[in-house]
T-cell receptor, first 111, second 112 residues
Framework: QQQVKQSPQSLIVQKGGISIINCAYE??????FPWYQQFPGKGPALLIA?????SEKKEGRFTISFNKSAKQFSLHIMDSQPGDSATYFC??????????FGQGTTLQVKP | DVKVTQSSRYLVKRTGEKVFLECVQD?????MFWYRQDPGLGLRLIYF???????EKGDIPEGYSVSREKKERFSLILESASTNQTSMYLC???????????FGPGTRLTVL
């Protein structure tokens, strides 16, 4: 019930393309869904986050789509750039404040 | 600017040694966390602390202990290091329970 499943494990996209990473959760008590971005040699950093009262949140080229009934959420990176190459983690939390992370997706954007 | 620092970027220890990993945050955050990161497994919570001298077990606490004597400092202790504790260890802090977690750069620990 506490798991967050993330796919794909790795993704290769051409520059200018759309990168899509998907996550699914089981615990309906989760009410906060952040995405973290991690560059090599660095710790993860918050990229964008959503709460279940909205179905979509957009910040620049990054969009979270949220489907409460399906218990799924996804990250879309529009016009992907080589500088977006990183590992991305979805996460979820409820009233405990503890984050449950997905397994991570390594994104490579080819020039 | 938000800052979480970890005492070492790389550490090599021998099996059976006692290992201390230190984490310091300068944001006056209440909550601090220790995770380990392994390929294909994501980040898994080892322990967290929501106040000085308070600690809670995370999902994988076995073989680890923690100490938080001061608000800004959270230490992870491996009482007797084993090879299966070779991993990347990440410290994080947050203002409150549901707030953004800020991560340090990580310590890559190798146990031989």
């Amino acid at each position: 019930q506490q798991q967050v499943k993330q796919s794909p494990q790795s993704l290769i996209v051409q520059k200018g393309g759309i990168s899509i990473i998907n996550c699914a959760y089981e615990n309906t008590a989760f009410d906060y869904f952040p995405w973290y971005q991690q560059f090599p040699g660095k710790g993860p950093a918050l990229l964008i986050a959503i709460r279940p009262d909205v179905s979509e949140k957009k910040e620049g080229r990054f969009t979270i789509s949220f489907n409460k009934s399906a218990k799924q959420f996804s990250l879309h990176i529009m016009d992907s750039q080589p500088g977006d190459s990183a590992t991305y983690f979805c996460a979820a939390s409820g009233n405990t404040g503890k984050l449950i992370f997905g397994q991570g997706t390594t994104l490579q954007v080819k020039p | 600017d938000v800052k979480v620092t970890q005492s070492s970027r790389y550490l090599v220890k021998r099996t059976g040694e006692k290992v201390f990993l230190e984490c310091v945050q300068d944001m006056d955050h209440e909550n601090m966390f220790w995770y380990r990161q392994d390929p294909g497994l994501g980040l898994r919570l080892i322990y967290f602390s929501y106040d000085v001298k308070m600690k809670e077990k995370g999902d994988i606490p076995e073989g680890y202990s923690v100490s938080r004597e001061k608000k800004e400092r959270f230490s992870l202790i491996l009482e007797s290091a084993s090879t299966n504790q070779t991993s990347m260890y990440l410290c994080a802090s947050s203002l409150g329970g549901g707030d953004t977690q800020y991560f340090g750069p990580g310590t890559r620990l190798t146990v031989l």
